[in-house]
């Protein structure tokens, strides 16, 4: 796949990027070439993070989030004198993020991560400033968000997405759905779920399995996510017709509702 023509074959690693209709945005997960999509796709806004897992697939580039602290900090007046003058009349106090995860995901966040904190460094911004929070649900600005259980063999979440009447439902990475979290989803917009490949595996969805769960589900359309190099997006496309499923990729944008 990597070296495929077809642009939908470039399989960056696994994140989402989800906006209210009052324009609050949340990062859903911090993989690795999280800077390069977010240069890309003009991604320049985020009033908080949740993580799914701490593999590194899902959180290598946490250390980005400094950029966010900084585009969200204060201006403040700084003269030749002050010790952090930089050669120019101010310096940018940054705001922490809040980053929402599950409590196992948040000790694995500390150990890997140590320098984490809710302050930037004594000599500028130069490490992730974040609070964090296990709460199960939460709101970005009009967004109401819920954490959703899976089962990935690691500790691992998905989430839902609500505002008014319209759901989105994100499963990054799973082999199982208990039967709470299939009943918490039914019906939903969006359903964007994990299929690795058409094979089975041991902490992740197979195509059979991943279609099966969707037949419960019942989602208005379905988007599947994570898939390894296995088959091209054609090969999905051919696979998945009669369906209202697809496979997702890289920059797809989804519109719920009214927004633009």
């Not at 969200?72 to 929402?100: M, S």
Request: negative net charge.
């Amino acid at each position: 796949m990597c070296t495929s023509p077809d642009p939908r074959d470039r399989r960056r690693r696994c994140g989402a990027y989800v906006t209210a209709s009052d324009g609050a945005a949340l990062l859903v997960d911090t993989p690795p070439e999280l800077r390069l999509a977010c240069l890309e796709y003009g991604i320049s806004k985020v009033d908080a993070v949740a993580l799914t897992h701490a593999h590194m697939d899902h959180i290598a580039a946490f250390d980005d989030v400094r950029r966010f602290n900084t585009i969200n900090g204060e201006k403040v007046p700084c003269a030749p004198g002050d010790p952090l003058y930089r050669g120019l009349p101010y310096r940018i106090i940054g705001k922490p993020l809040v980053c929402h995860a599950m409590g196992e995901t948040i000790e694995q966040m500390h150990r890997i991560f140590p320098y984490i904190g809710t302050e930037g460094g004594k000599n500028g911004l130069y490490r992730p400033m974040v609070e964090f929070s296990d709460a199960a649900s939460f709101s970005v600005g009009s967004m109401e968000v819920e954490r959703l259980k899976v089962e990935h063999g690691f500790p691992c979440c998905g989430y839902l997405f609500s505002e008014g009447s319209h759901r989105i439902a994100y499963i990054s990475d799973c082999h199982e759905l208990p039967d709470e979290t299939i009943v918490r989803v039914k019906g939903v917009d969006v359903m964007v779920l994990n299929c690795l490949r058409e094979r089975q595996h041991p902490t992740h969805l197979s195509l059979e399995r991943a279609l099966g769960y969707l037949d419960l589900i019942a989602p208005k359309r379905a988007y599947l996510v994570h898939m390894c190099h296995d088959l091209t997006h054609e090969d999905w496309l051919a696979r998945l017709v009669g369906t209202n499923v697809e496979p997702a990729y890289d920059g797809l944008v989804l519109n719920i509702g009214d927004k633009p």
